[in-house]
């Protein structure tokens, strides 16, 4: 083009017109990108420094390829903003994670670009292959593109599906976004040695082994040699020898220059022209282009909202569950050195820094590894340690067979902390913690504890490293304690509260907050009830269906999946407990609007007590 | 030694005694004890090919380790027969897999040298290092040995483990049991990776090399250069240069002969003076010393009881609810190019290998990668094709978290079909399917069919392919059919059966037969009630608790964990259900004794008809 014109995002067709610009204009729309990720987490919050790592990626891919005749399988999500942006959704991008708008990761039902869903770590690949095997079975010859992080390779599943997809004769391009983190530092030895190929450097007889490989290949060789002759660069990236990816069966592509557009396009194309399964590399800065996140990738991983020249959050986080937690847990190790912490690549978002600090030799984060995890508690156990493996609701979701396998059927003792248990707000349905209580309760050899306060939770952490057996679960909320009401004794048990009436209210958790709200709402109408808080939840005990049995009615509220929950359990022996659970998957949106949907905020609670009190 | 004695086993004190032997007496106790294993499991039936495979490698690792101090952790377990006959199992040992006998697996509560519980793939590496990691903190200097096969590297788990445990600074050693075969053929790059291992030709400069690495590690390295000086051919098979291993940061010992004593010690000997996580690579011959089983490893991977001059199964399978899937979908697969099928390392097991020979390039055997299977399915089914995974219950739960996440949350159409579901008899509690209606009906979108009978099963199957949208699975149980009587129209709904009564019994699976069987037991007691046998047992539909609804009292007969059941969810809608579901994990023994002692025989079903009808 003669003129330079700057690009309008908002007046070009997407992701079509990418392919027109020249790399100036696409400078300038990295920048123009830029500015609004900024812009737009700094109000909504969201994933930044890795969406900033991403953008000309992103922009290399949609230029390369064809979107949604190839298909872009985004590992976890958090890296796709860009991605959306291209794709149409620019106008509603504002409404990035909130209720009835975008989600903060990829969604099918959200568009056509999306082929997969995504959320949970390390999935893309066999995903994509799945994708790729359709295709080809179809007779179709376009790509699927699979996108994900270093971090993502702690993840057991990603080996699985590369032993799967290297000798799958595929059109299957894998993009490796090495930036060194997945949310915190990555860990293990695959991360070292994924950085070994980062910094590998080009060998000059690489251009003649890769034109001899292409020689043999007639129909593709040619052009790539072209493609790959007209770059300054590209032929120093492309395929340099033997990587643990060729070992699998795949071509190997890189080290790219991520924030290079060049660079990136010139290898993809050539990993495009392949026609075999292929990895490519690509080095990225995560929180490139903006100094505070560049600078701390980690706090701008997840973040709230912030101030835009600072970089500072708008709120100094105050104590949490998960804090109150990770401090505890540092005093209980204190006088007991068998006391080991577990993260799953979460060690900031679960509060246990402070133990990483005070105790490194016991503090294990072993990536984003759930499966092994838990199996690694089982083995700790097994010479006497307590493990105390701390994890998002979700994610533990990874490890349901090793919580089996290796803990409940040999009656171990392993402290499981559910974080994130129940309704997480933004993240979405992929995130909200709506299954732990059903799926915890369904093994034998389990103790569940859910406190309402910070209190209950330090007094359940001890109870669950105090105990000889089993498995011991104790789950919270994310976010703060909304406690208002004095409650008397905090215990590990319940508190039953007898105020003279024929319905009994039962609750746990945060919920149980709500329910003493409702009841202070519904004072003043006369509506009385007795109250009935648990805090072991889990197994199921003959004095609550006792005290159920005293009572015409009894409503049970639960932040908890349906089937499987507590609630349940109880309406099985108990023909009077009415249970209010969640009914399905629950979308992205702020947390307690969501909860309110639910039936779960004080004033919904409160409608369905005034409703029974009345009939 | 002067004369040579042969070693009598049940005089030895074990596993200490061992150590005492000359390399002659060794091979006389290996003799021996592949003659025990042929003639018990030719009566027991059991795992006979992977456990002739390691016969020298267990007698070698008890030689150069000493258990229980060192921790021996068998993954899977079905190759650890050599290792129960070598710790004082042998008196018990033709109890093998039998109920109140030894298990068929490794448990920590039958024997202090069994140091984790195995069955399930992949978890060895984790629970190795967590053992190995507790004896660090605890000061203790022992070893802790992982012994895996090559099958178990197709499954995630290994990686996870393997990536924390490369940089460990523990004394673990890893031992890979090379016999490219898991059950059938492995699949997939990682095994014709590791198989480039197993073929690798020794170095002439190794020696030196191995010399001069040792020399610079003063304590360990003498004793060492001795132990490899000394032997004819251990040298050359001491760390022969790069592998993946040594990428991800183990040493690395091998190829050593896994029938070769000498070397085999050797190679141990030296890892263990390593002092650092090592990976030993051994090859052996999958069914070693016994002709039918070299010759056909498949067959007697686990085998019912045989006839040993021959190799001849006693009993020539007939169908089962196995065969008759694979062969149903065969057929259904003739009309539907979109029907694809998948099994995790399974082939034979789940029937598939009609349709793997029908349709080859619409079949895939992933390895034993249930989470990737999972996934994949997603993938395809995202691009309109119709994947069914047949799949072991016990096994798919390490699917839990992709069946939510990949399929469960875009509501997305899935066929899982779920063999060997409830109870499965002799391999214990392990691989019992006892909570996959748990986990299943605990995921939104998810339909679950339980056939009775071979004639259920097809239309189920049919059922679940043509549905539109969902996780549609069809689970039915190990072996065949144990239908007796006949029950009129088939159908994948329910059929109720009214002899005024007010008395109504549910069931579904095969214990519908036992109810059958149970109705014709109390016929001439006069004792009379209605039946309703669910095919389509969730979701849970209100026609159902209509009709519980008409009578004073419905029991519900359920081989499946009781929480999380279906006659739970009734249960918590209609108070006059009484549940009968199973109560825990089950141990190994014969399946039908086994329902017995779960309340799901026909006599005790009976029985306790009687006892509510007499009420």
């Known amino acids: 083009m003669s003129d330079f014109i700057v690009p309008d995002l908002r007046k070009m067709k997407l992701p079509r017109d990418l392919k027109k610009l020249d790399y100036k204009q696409c400078e300038a729309l990295c920048s123009e990108i830029r500015q609004i990720l900024i812009d737009t987490v700094s109000k909504t919050g969201g994933h930044l420094a890795s969406n900033l790592g991403t953008v000309e990626l992103t922009l290399a891919i949609h230029r390369v390829f064809e979107s949604p005749k190839d298909k872009i399988v985004w590992d976890v999500g958090h890296q796709a903003y860009t991605h959306k942006l291209l794709t149409g959704r620019l106008d509603r991008f504002n409404t990035l994670r ?12 959200e568009s056509v670009h999306d082929a997969f869903i995504s959320g949970h770590s390390s999935n893309s690949v066999s995903a994509a292959l799945g994708i790729a095997t359709a295709m ?52 293990g030895s695959i991360a070292k040695y994924l950085s070994t190929l980062r910094t590998k450097q080009s060998y000059h007889k690489t251009k003649n082994a890769v ?6 290949t007639p129909l593709v060789g040619k052009p790539l040699i072209k493609a790959i002759k007209s770059s300054k660069k590209a032929v120093k990236n492309v395929m340099l020898g033997s990587t643990m990816f060729e070992d699998l069966g795949f071509a190997f592509v890189g080290p790219l220059d991520g924030h290079d557009l060049e660079d990136l396009e010139k290898g993809l194309t050539a990993a495009k022209l392949l026609g075999k399964p292929v990895v490519v590399h690509v080095n990225t ?18 973040i709230g909202s912030f101030e835009i020249t600072t970089g500072n959050p708008d709120v100094v986080p105050a104590d949490s569950f998960s804090t109150v937690f990770g401090k505890e847990l540092v005093s209980l190790a204190r006088k007991n050195d068998k006391i080991c912490a577990i993260t799953a690549a ?3 978002g679960t509060g246990l820094q402070y133990f990483a600090k005070a105790f490194p030799e016991r503090f294990f984060d072993v990536g984003i590894a759930e499966e092994h995890a838990v199996t690694f508690c089982g083995g700790l156990a097994s010479q006497g340690m307590i493990p105390v493996f701390a994890v998002y609701s979700s994610f533990l979701q990874r490890g349901y067979d090793e919580l089996i396998h290796d803990l409940s059927i040999c009656n171990t003792h392993a402290v499981i902390c559910v974080d994130r248990a129940g309704i997480v707000g933004e993240d979405g349905e992929t995130h909200q913690g709506l299954f732990d209580v059903s799926f915890l309760s369904g093994m034998p050899n389990t103790t569940v504890y859910s406190p309402s306060c910070y209190g209950e939770l330090k007094l359940c952490l001890k109870a669950a490293i105090d105990a000889q057996n089993g498995i011991q679960v104790v789950r919270y ?5 909304n406690q208002v009401f004095d409650r008397g004794d905090l215990n590990t048990d319940l508190t039953y509260t007898v105020n003279g009436s024929r319905l009994l209210v039962i609750s746990y958790g945060r919920i149980f907050e709500n329910v ?40 049970f509220f639960e932040e908890s999946y349906k089937y499987g929950s507590i609630s349940e359990k109880y309406s099985a022996v108990c023909p009077n407990v009415v249970s209010f659970a969640i009914n399905g998957f629950v979308k992205h949106g702020e947390a307690h609007a969501l909860l309110d949907e639910c039936g779960l ?13 009345n009939v």
Chains 1, 2 share one sequence.
């Open 211 to 216: 034109e001899k490989t292409l020689d043999k």
């Open 346 to 348: 979460m060690k900031y």
């Open 285 to 302: 800065v995560k929180g490139k282009g903006y100094a505070p996140a560049e600078e701390n990738p980690g706090e701008f991983h997840g």
């Open 477 to 481: 909320p994310k976010g703060r304690s």
């Open 516 to 555: 003493l709200k409702a009841q202070e709402m519904l004072h003043n109408r006369e509506v009385v009830f007795d109250t009935l808080k648990l805090v072991k939840i889990f197994p199921t005990e003959q004095r609550v269906a006792d005290i159920i049995s005293r009572y015409d009615a009894v409503l």
């Open 601 to 613: 905020s004080a004033e919904k609670i409160a409608g369905k007590i005034e409703e029974f009190y």
């Open 98 to 109: 909130q209720e009835d708008g975008l989600s903060g990761f990829c969604r099918p039902d």
């Open 136 to 187: 080809k079975l179809s007779g179709s010859s376009r790509h699927t593109v699979a996108v994900l992080g270093d971090g993502a390779f702690t993840g057991g599943l990603v080996y699985e599906g590369l032993n799967n997809a290297g000798k799958s004769e595929t059109n299957l391009v894998i993009i490796l976004n090495h930036n060194e983190m997945s949310i915190s530092k990555n860990v």
